[in-house]
């Protein structure tokens, strides 16, 4: 009797692309401090020396391991080559924007050690607070292709043996740090319950981190932190030596927004460069109450409104408005969501952090026809106009008004299906 074999072929997911290439190079954005680490991991054909396997990797060091992951094979003279080559490009810069970093080449070892030590977070016993089956068959079919690469490497004798999880994440963090830095960076791991990254920044012990009382509330966004210099006097430390800097801060954990008071203690006083923090005590923790909350966070927003016409809803493209060149859309209910980065993440060295003042605003493309931009601030806000008034987009918009607003509207109308700005405000605003 004639058996029959199961072929897999070069489309399907199963099939193990990585026999066929050599593992070329590999850039990483440099954001590990900010819990997250973006690869781009090129390959180079064995078959046809001129054709790449482009894998895009964003890993996140909190609750899901992989957030996103993309192959890409470019095959010079392919109908797709250039198609596919822009789309890798595309994703690539996106990353770079967001996380508001530099990229740099890494080797292999390190680029092993930094997958090896997500990979654990994006098995299904973890609890997360956002998940579906979607998410889930993602997260198989990206632990499959990266065990095929991992194995890929392996058979090379490539491994992570000569990288550790601290040399990984020296290699891709931002060098020369401030005491804000510092602490803002280290106060952002620690909540995130990302202790590796927090004892990088610490010589306490990571266990010790853990009861620190902070992390009671489980993983947590950091919101804001205010940053105060105090003096040896008032707070001594433990080794006589290090500078005490008293903090506040306000999280976002999966059941309600807490206010924190804490003091922390640094290897040096506020004009070191990169020191480490030696002590922590925490001073108390508090849940807000949602009126609470609103206060803590509450900023200005500053809101134009452009009608459009219908020619340009059929195909918007936020590359034609500066600021929004490498912005992709993010669905929302009320239309497509569009966000520019300042580029760089120089909101963290400060001594009052706000979670979003490295975003420089906003634009919205409303199912009702509207494009409504928003910045939190007035600079950023003249200077998006600007570029939409000025933008190719000019014949299609007209403007309905400029606002200033002291409580946040911008995220009801994105979360608002079908809305207008005008439904969210009262007559007579300005």
């Known amino acids: 009797m004639a058996e029959f074999k199961l072929i897999i072929g070069k489309k399907s997911d199963k099939y193990d692309h990585f026999k066929d290439y050599d593992f070329e190079s590999c850039r990483a954005v440099c954001a590990r401090l900010m819990g997250v680490v973006a690869l781009k991991v090129t390959w180079r054909s064995r078959e046809n020396r001129r054709a790449r396997l482009y894998q895009v990797i964003h890993l996140d060091y909190s609750e899901y391991g992989i957030d996103e992951y993309r192959e890409f094979i470019c095959t010079p003279g392919e109908e797709d080559y250039g198609n596919k080559k822009e789309d890798m490009t595309a994703l690539w810069e996106r990353f770079i924007a967001v996380m508001g970093s530099s990229a740099r080449e890494i080797d292999a070892a390190c680029m092993l ?204 493209d936020p590359k034609y408005i500066g600021p929004f060149a490498n912005s992709t859309a993010t669905m929302v209910p009320n239309g497509w969501l569009y966000t520019a980065y300042k580029g760089n993440n120089s909101h963290v060295d400060t001594s009052a952090y706000r979670m979003n003042d490295d975003v420089y605003g906003y634009a919205v493309l409303t199912i009702a026809g509207e494009l409504v931009l928003m910045s939190n601030d007035l600079r950023h806000i003249s200077m998006l106009d600007d570029e939409t008034i000025f933008s190719l987009y000019a014949p299609f918009l007209s403007n309905k008004g400029r606002f200033r607003l002291d409580s946040s509207v911008f995220q009801t109308l994105c979360r608002a299906p079908g809305a207008m700005f005008e439904d969210l405000v009262e007559p007579g605003s300005d």
Not at 161 to 166: K, L, W
Request: aromatic content about 8%; hydrophobic content about 35%.
């Open 113 to 316: 050690r930094l997958i090896e030590d997500a990979l654990p977070l994006s098995s299904e016993d973890i609890s997360r607070e956002y998940d579906d089956d979607e998410n889930k068959t993602f997260r198989e079919y990206a632990r499959l292709r990266l065990g095929y690469m991992i194995d890929a490497l392996n058979c090379a004798g490539i491994t992570s043996a000569d990288c550790s999880s601290r040399d990984a994440i020296e290699e891709v963090s931002p060098r020369n740090l401030s005491a804000f830095e510092t602490i803002n960076y280290f106060i952002m791991r620690l909540v995130d319950c990302d202790f590796a990254a927090a004892s990088y920044l610490s010589s306490i012990d990571p266990e010790e981190l853990r009861r620190t009382g902070l992390t009671d509330a489980g993983i947590q966004t950091l919101v804001r932190c205010d940053i105060k210099r105090s003096d040896k006097r008032k707070d001594p430390s433990e080794d006589g030596i290090s500078f005490p800097f008293r903090c506040s801060m306000t999280t976002l954990a999966r059941d309600a927004y807490y206010h924190s008071t804490f003091i922390i203690w640094l290897s040096g006083s506020h004009r070191t460069t990169n020191p480490v923090v030696t002590g922590i005590r925490t001073g108390s923790v508090i849940r807000l109450s949602d009126l609470e909350a609103a206060m803590q966070i509450s900023r200005p927003e500053y809101i134009t409104v452009f009608d459009c016409k219908d020619d340009m809803l059929k195909g918007f």
